[in-house]
């Protein structure tokens, strides 16, 4: 019974190049959130989605950010001509489409670091 | 807008010492209450939650009561290990909403 699986745990990128990581919710969940967290900091709240549909995106920066949840396949977080500010812990959570108390399933994190 | 206030860390304690961190939140209607724990290089795991007024969460020695006319959900353990090292992390999601807005974490260190 997998829990949430993100991928790679770690990614060094070169300010400019691109960086994407990957969200594989919890089996039977059909919705995506992402995170960041930034050193020292708490988590933000990027976006929301469900299958082929960005729901809430109010966190994420207008620019060079995007993400998708495909019919097929994992969740998608893209980041574009990253800078070192882009540095930080993003984190992938889960949850089924009906739920009573509104839990997140978290996976471990992708961190990345730009050089 | 809807927000968590922890109270800010480090907070250091001695092994079997009493634990509190503080959570209030600001919400419209009635939200749901959540603590979260991150120990070092992992994830976030759920460690308790309550959904209602005057609930009381509870897990692994850890306790939280939702207390509305207070807007809080303090964190409690009677007495700490240095295994509870680790950043908490209060959150709360709305009633109507669909997504969990997190307090900035507290970092509990605790010594042997």
């Known amino acids: 019974n997998a829990g949430v699986m993100q991928n790679p745990r770690h990614l060094v990128r070169r300010r400019g190049q691109e960086a994407r990581l990957r969200c594989s919710p919890m089996?039977?969940?059909?919705?995506v959130y992402w995170y960041r967290q930034l050193p020292e900091e708490g988590l933000k709240f990027m976006v929301y989605?469900?299958?082929?549909?960005?729901?809430?995106e109010s966190g994420m920066p207008k620019e060079r950010f995007s993400a998708e949840f495909p019919k097929e396949g994992p969740s998608i977080l893209r980041i574009q001509q990253v800078v070192r500010g882009d540095s930080a812990a993003y984190f992938c959570?889960?949850?089924?489409?009906?739920?009573?108390?509104?839990?997140?399933?978290f996976g471990e994190g992708s961190r990345l670091t730009v050089l | 807008g809807d927000s968590v206030t922890q109270m800010e860390g480090p907070v250091t304690l001695s092994e079997e010492a009493f634990l509190t961190i503080n959570c209030t939140y600001t919400?419209?209607?009635?939200?749901?209450l959540f603590w979260y724990v991150q120990y070092p290089g992992e994830g976030l795991q759920l460690l308790l939650k309550?959904?209602?007024?005057?609930d009381k969460g509870s897990n692994k020695g850890f306790e939280a009561t939702y207390r509305k006319e207070t807007t809080s959900f303090h964190l409690e353990k009677g007495s700490v290990q240095v295994s509870d090292s680790a950043v908490y992390f209060c959150?709360?999601?709305?009633?109507?909403?669909?997504?969990?807005?997190f307090g900035a974490g507290t970092i509990l260190r605790v010594k042997s």
């Open positions: 959570a889960s949850s089924p489409q009906y739920s009573s108390t509104g839990e997140l399933f």
């Open positions: 089996k039977g969940h059909s919705h």
């Open positions: 989605l469900q299958k082929e549909n960005i729901i809430d």
């Open positions: 919400a419209t209607g009635y939200p749901s």
């Open positions: 309550a959904t209602k007024a005057d």
């Open positions: 959150a709360l999601r709305t009633e109507y909403g669909n997504k969990l807005v």
